[in-house]
């Protein structure tokens, strides 16, 4: 593959109270893809998110993110994450907008405090962002007056502020309907088009089909198939596939 | 602490009173056994019995008219008020004759009179003889009393800086620690304080003087000339006499001045010339200057509670086990004791250490108490605070500190801002607690004034008003700062 690997996940475990979560997850997407990590309720696929930005530690394998190394063990402190922090950007489920600042003000927070850039400069990255992502009217809102939709593209924005080179979303249609899938799954390539590695984890087989290069599937703490998304998902090899395409065949997406 | 444990009594005392029966059968009266020996104490033997010359008085009043007396505790400067509400007959403990006095009541014939004298250090034994001497120097004295109202007027003409207590047993020790130049208050005062605690002098010549009268209310003149009668008695068989000596206040000048009444059956003396009679005018300066303290006590000591609280609610939830103990035996101890016994404690309690000036003392003591309030304030608005937004706040790169100022904090600021409100509130009307340290604030003057006006009427709804108009714009403001924020 001539593409430069932006994230790469080997041998990832994961305990949690006791319980291995997580047994050895690999993971390798390059600049450039859009990857949907899939999996019934419970897998494991926030769990791998959330070790990717340093959230939670974990127990043995090894993360990179473009080049930044995070091991096992305890996590680092703040300040000699700083650079990992720059490099990965995360979505969350809910957004996690901070309510006391408007939109543009999310957009500018880390610029500003974590980066150091100049205010002004810091404003009009974030007004480019927001207007890129068709939110530039909503600037002066805030969270609380946001559309479910608005408010994830704020969020999208926010977590682009530094330019990161791997973007992640955690079941980013969750509270979406059907008619915005179309559009956020134009943005994700286009962002994926300049040059970002995306991991998204998603229970939607009809999005995944048409945002995702690649589909890993994740069961029993391991990822049990892996491969291009059209192949996946019509000819799925493994019975866990088989097990969540017929789930969501039976019911709506979750909303 | 004393004044807690009397003003405990007290409370139970009122609870404890029993209905408006049987009448006939006993002489109901009232006095503070915080005053204490000589005039009313509560038995060293057996704490649910009064003693003291007054008490002994109030007996033979009692005897005279054929019933039993029937004792009620009240704070001292509540007396008067007392008697006008018909809480009981006859109200003792040495009262002051004054002219507003018998304006509004019937008082009986003066039975004591009383020098004001000044304490000094002996060091000054020979500078402060009077007054005149004390221009510029600090004079302690009980609040409302003849004798505030003295040094009120010598500020005026000699330039005297009055300083006002709730007790009279701190004046004393505040002059010899050095906080005070000089006492002013009755000889029998002075004359048990120096038993009591030594250190001082008590110059020989009478500032001014002064009598002590049995108090009834307007319409009970004739249990008044009864009373007076049965006065006269017993000074002319030497009852009296036998009483005062029992007690220790007998002297030369007692002998003559009684037997200066029986002589003169008008009994005119206390009814010298009228001071001017003060008008809501003239009150005015005294109650903005006090009011501008409250404000300023207030908002110093909310400000320090509000840095302390959120530097102790900061402490517990991001130290370590030692320091989280330690800010927790701090909010325990603050919060489960009363803050008039802090500002004992911060005042006089460490005048040995450390001799804080009342002001200063009483900013720290508000202040230091609020804040154990404010700090679960703050650290239950910040616990409320959901997890995924501090994760949010750290995926961008924010360092802890950052998360804190910029994410945490301000929106913590958003839930804690009713109940600060409502502490800020509190604290403004608990201010009114500092007067226990010598500091005249709202209801302190409120009070003074009061006292010389002889009703609580313009001057309770005057100090009402003061304290609205400082509580409201401040709830107003919070809520248009709750509405801005609540869009957010």
Redesign the interface.
């Known amino acids: 593959m001539s593409r430069s690997v932006a994230l790469q996940i080997e041998g990832l475990r994961l305990s949690r109270a006791r319980q291995e979560v997580l047994r050895g997850v690999d993971l390798v997407v390059p600049a450039g893809d859009v990857w949907a990590l899939m999996g019934v309720s419970g897998a494991g696929k926030s769990t791998v998110l959330r070790a990717a ?1 340093a ?1 939670d530690a974990f127990d043995a394998g090894r993360i990179v993110v473009d080049g930044e190394v995070l091991l096992p063990g305890r996590l680092p402190a ?2 000699r ?2 650079a990992l ?2 490099r ?3 979505v ?1 489920q ?1 957004h ?6 408007t939109a543009r003000e999310n957009v500018m ?2 610029p500003i ?3 150091g850039v100049d205010p002004t400069q810091a404003q009009a990255r974030a007004d480019t962002l927001l207007a890129s992502l068709g939110v530039a009217h909503r600037s002066e809102a ?4 946001l559309s479910g939709g608005e408010a994830q593209r704020v969020a999208i924005a ?2 682009l ?2 330019d990161p080179h791997v973007l992640l979303m955690d079941e980013p249609t969750a509270a979406l309907d059907p008619a915005r899938r179309g559009a956020l799954a134009d943005t994700l390539r286009r962002l994926a088009g300049e040059g970002r590695a995306l991991l998204i984890t998603t229970h939607d087989i009809e999005f995944a089909r048409t945002v995702a290069d690649r589909v890993a599937v994740l069961a029993e703490g391991v990822v049990v198939e892996c491969g291009p998304a059209r192949e996946v998902l019509e000819s799925p090899t493994h019975s866990a596939t088989r097990e969540l395409l017929r789930h969501s065949l039976d019911e709506p997406p979750v909303a | 602490m004393r004044s807690l444990l009397i003003l405990l009594l007290a409370v139970l005392a009122a609870c404890g009173a029993p209905p408006d029966t049987g009448r006939g059968a006993v002489l109901r009266w009232g006095g503070d056994a915080e005053g204490g020996a000589p005039f009313v104490e509560a038995d060293p033997a057996d704490p649910a019995v009064v003693r003291g010359f007054d008490v002994e008085i109030a007996g033979m009043l009692a005897a005279g008219l054929g019933r039993t007396p029937q004792f009620t505790q009240v704070a001292w400067a509540s007396i008067e008020q007392s008697v006008a509400r018909g809480d009981f007959d006859v109200g003792m403990s040495g009262l002051e004759d004054r002219p507003e006095l018998r304006s509004r009541f019937a008082v009986s014939l003066p039975y004591f009179e009383f020098r004001e004298v000044l304490a000094v250090r002996p060091a000054d034994r020979a500078r402060f003889l009077s007054l005149s001497d004390l221009a510029g120097r600090r004079v302690g004295t009980l609040g409302s009393t003849q004798a505030y109202q003295l040094l009120l007027d010598a500020q005026r003409t000699h330039g005297v800086v009055p300083v006002s207590y709730d007790d009279d047993v701190h004046p004393y020790t505040d002059l010899v620690d050095g906080r005070l130049d000089a006492v002013l208050l009755d000889h029998v005062i002075a004359e048990r304080a120096l038993r009591r605690a030594p250190g001082f002098v008590i110059q020989p010549s009478a500032v001014a003087r002064g009598h002590y009268v049995a108090v009834f209310a307007q319409g009970k003149e004739a249990l008044r000339d009864s009373a007076d009668a049965i006065l006269r008695a017993r000074i002319a068989d030497g009852s009296l006499e036998r009483t005062f000596r029992r007690w220790g206040v007998w002297d030369e000048e007692q002998e003559r001045y009684l037997a200066r009444v029986l002589a003169d059956r008008t009994a005119s003396d206390g009814a010298r010339p009228a001071a001017a009679s003060r008008t809501v005018r003239a009150y005015l300066p005294a109650l903005a200057r006090a009011a501008a303290i409250t404000a300023l006590i207030s908002l110093l000591a909310m400000l320090l509670a509000m840095t302390m609280g959120a530097v102790v609610a900061a402490g517990r939830l991001y130290g370590g086990p030692l320091l989280r103990g330690l800010l927790l035996t701090y909010v325990e101890v603050v919060r489960g004791t009363p803050v008039l016994l802090q500002l004992f404690v911060l005042y006089y309690g460490l005048s040995g250490v450390v001799r804080l000036p009342a002001f200063v003392a009483a900013v720290l003591g508000l202040g230091l108490n609020y804040a154990a309030y404010e700090s679960e304030v703050y650290r239950a608005a910040l616990q409320a605070i959901p997890r995924v937004q501090l994760e949010a706040a750290r995926t961008l790169g924010l360092s802890e500190w950052q998360v804190f100022r910029l994410v945490r904090g301000p929106q913590a600021l958003r839930l804690a801002l009713a109940p600060m409100t409502n502490d800020f509130v509190a604290l403004l009307k608990d201010s009114s607690l500092v007067s226990v340290i010598t500091v005249v604030e709202l209801t302190k003057q409120t009070a003074i004034y009061a006292t010389n006006v002889g009703s609580w009427v313009v001057p309770g709804l005057l100090c009402g008003a003061i304290y609205l108009a400082m509580s409201l714009p401040l709830s107003r403001l919070a809520r248009r700062l709750e509405a801005r924020w609540h869009m957010a």
């Open positions: 930005v959230l703040e300040s994450l700083r922090r720059r990965i950007g995360m969350f809910q996690a907008l901070f309510p006391h600042l927070l880390a405090h974590a980066a805030y969270p609380g007056q926010r977590a502020a530094l």
